[in-house]
T-cell receptor, first 111, second 112 residues
Framework: NAGVTQTPKFQVLKTGQSMTLQCAQDMNHEYMSWYRQDPGMGLRLIHYSVGAGITDQGEVPNGYNVSRSTTEDFPLRLLSAAPSQTSVYFC??????????FGQGTRLTVV | EDKVVQSPLSLVVHEGDTVTLNCSYEVTNFRSLLWYKQEKKAPTFLFMLTSSGIEKKSGRLSSILDKKELFSILNITATQTGDSAVYLCAVEGIQGAQKLVFGQGTRLTINP
């Protein structure tokens, strides 16, 4: 049972490049979400989903897109990377009344 | 706007000491408060609290919630070097969907 799997673990992008951070879970959770973690600021919610086909914005959505075509996958897209998006990104999944499970994170550097 | 504040931000103690970490919150229509431990990578779950005054325990760790005063504490007794980590507090509103609002975290360092 893999839990929440994120790829890649590390990525360096140039300003203006695009990329997709992958997230997959094998626990049949209805909820999935993306957070970013910056030094001294805890985790902040970017986007979340309550089920396949349903997504919504979190606290810091600008510059990011998401979609959820299946229960298992919830990719995060950066359309035009900026240095301000340098961060550690965590994907999480869970179900009603239970805790959120987190992936191992993706460390993204935009130069 | 929902808000979570943790204190202290950093704490250094000796092995064997007891520590208390604090978490205060303001959230619209509170549903739950969660504690996570973060070492180098993913946050790992410790406790979920939904009711006031009921202590949750796991080994040397325990936590309690006060919904009237809007805070929670996490206690660790007989600390060990393996307890060194960042401890995160998060709250979830009644809308659920696990839209968690996190505090800044408390960095705990246990010296041998």
């Amino acid at each position: 049972n893999a839990g929440v799997t994120q790829t890649p673990k590390f990525q360096v992008l140039k300003t203006g490049q695009s990329m997709t951070l992958q997230c997959a879970q094998d626990m049949n959770h209805e909820y999935m979400s993306w957070y970013r973690q910056d030094p001294g600021m805890g985790l902040r919610l970017i986007h979340y989903s309550v089920g396949a086909g349903i997504t919504d914005q979190g606290e810091v959505p600008n510059g990011y897109n998401v979609s959820r075509s299946t229960t298992e996958d919830f990719p995060l897209r950066l359309l035009s990377a900026a240095p301000s998006q340098t961060s550690v990104y965590f994907c999480a999944s869970g179900s009603w009344g239970r805790q959120a499970f987190f992936g191992q994170g993706t460390r993204l550097t935009v130069v | 706007e929902d808000k979570v504040v943790q204190s202290p931000l950093s704490l250094v103690v000796h092995e064997g000491d007891t520590v208390t970490l604090n978490c205060s919150y303001e959230v619209t229509n509170f549903r739950s408060l969660l504690w996570y431990k973060q070492e180098k990578k993913a946050p790992t779950f410790l406790f979920m609290l939904t009711s006031s005054g009921i202590e949750k325990k796991s080994g040397r760790l325990s936590s309690i919630l006060d919904k009237k005063e809007l805070f929670s504490i996490l206690n660790i007794t007989a600390t060990q070097t393996g307890d060194s980590a960042v401890y995160l507090c998060a709250v979830e509103g009644i809308q659920g969907a696990q839209k968690l609002v996190f505090g800044q975290g408390t960095r705990l360092t246990i010296n041998p």
